[in-house]
C-alpha cells in the first residue's frame, strides 16, 4: 500500500499549482502524466511543468522551488533529469509520493505527448516525440545478445543476467510495436496477448546458476529471431546464424529463416 493518501496528493497538487500562480518568474503550467488525461490511480505521482519567464534566472526558480519542497511538503531527496533545456527535477517525499516539476524555457514550453493539460499560459506547437523504431530495437538486441554470451562464458553473471534481460525486453518493445501499444519503457507490455507474454516468461532469469542463464538467454534469443522475421524476414535469414551461435540455439532454426 502507498503511504501517502490520494488526498494528500490532491492537496499538494493544488498548493503547488497555486504556487506557480502567484509566481511572477512562472508565465504557464500544464499538468503532465496520467492526471492529464484522467488516468490517475492510487500509485501515480503528481507531474507539472512549469514555464519560465524569459528574463529569469532558471537556476534561482529551481532553487526556491527545491527549498519550499523540502522545508514544507517533506522531500528528502531528488534526482534532476536533463531533456535538453528543459530541467525535470523529481522529488522523493517522506510518505513515498514522487513530485515531478519541470522548468521549461518559454520557446519550448509545450506538449510533448498527448498527457498534457494547460493550466494556464500559452503553449507552443511541439512535434511529438517519435517512438523507438524496430530497426533501432533488432540493433540494441543483437548488441545485448553479444555480450550475454561472453558474459556467460566469462562468469560475469551478474553482468550475464543485465544483458539476457536487454535482450528481452527489446524483444518485448518489438511486439509493443507490431501490435501498436506504447513501445518505450514498458508502457505497453501488460497490453500485449496473454499468449505472448506467458511465453516470454521464459525468458526470465531465474537464478545466477550458468545453465539458468543459459537456457533464458535461448528463450530470448529465439523469441527475438521471430520478431524479426516479423519485420524483415530477409534480416532474419541474414541473423539467424549468429544467434544460433551465440545463444546455442537448435542449428534447424537458422534454416527454418
Do not use: K
Not at 516539476?101 to 498527457?115: H, I, K, L, Q, R
Amino acid at each position: 500500500m502507498s503511504v501517502f493518501s490520494l488526498e494528500e496528493r490532491a492537496r499538494l497538487r493544488d498548493a503547488l499549482v497555486s504556487l506557480a500562480e502567484t509566481d511572477e518568474r512562472i508565465t504557464g503550467a500544464a499538468l503532465t502524466g496520467s492526471a492529464a488525461v484522467g488516468r490517475e490511480d492510487q500509485w501515480s505521482d503528481i507531474d507539472l511543468a512549469l514555464c519560465l519567464a524569459s528574463d529569469v534566472d532558471p537556476s534561482l526558480v529551481i532553487l526556491d522551488w527545491t527549498d519550499r519542497m523540502y522545508q514544507e511538503h517533506g522531500a528528502v531527496h531528488h534526482v534532476d533529469v536533463l531533456w535538453g533545456a528543459v530541467v525535470f527535477r523529481v522529488f522523493l517525499l517522506a510518505n513515498t509520493l514522487q513530485v515531478d516539476v519541470a522548468f521549461w524555457p518559454p520557446a519550448e514550453f509545450g506538449a510533448t505527448a498527448p498527457t498534457f493539460q494547460l493550466l494556464f499560459g500559452t503553449a507552443n506547437e511541439r512535434p511529438m516525440p517519435s517512438a523507438p523504431t524496430a530497426a533501432e530495437l533488432i540493433g540494441m538486441a543483437w548488441l545485448y545478445a553479444l555480450h550475454a554470451r561472453s558474459s556467460i562464458e566469462r562468469g560475469r553473471v551478474w553482468q550475464a543476467e543485465y544483458m539476457v534481460s536487454g535482450v528481452r525486453d527489446r524483444v518485448l518493445a518489438l511486439a509493443c510495436l507490431r501490435h501498436d501499444v506504447p513501445a518505450g519503457e514498458g508502457r505497453g507490455m501488460d497490453s500485449l496477448p496473454p499468449e505472448l507474454t506467458t511465453g516470454m516468461t521464459g525468458a526470465l532469469v531465474g537464478s545466477l546458476d550458468t545453465v539458468e542463464l543459459r537456457r533464458a538467454f535461448r528463450v530470448a534469443s529465439q523469441a527475438l529471431l521471430i520478431e524479426i522475421s516479423q519485420v524483415d524476414t530477409d534480416l532474419a535469414r541474414r541473423v539467424a546464424g549468429p544467434l544460433v551461435e551465440l545463444a546455442e540455439l537448435p542449428p534447424s532454426l537458422a534454416q527454418q529463416q
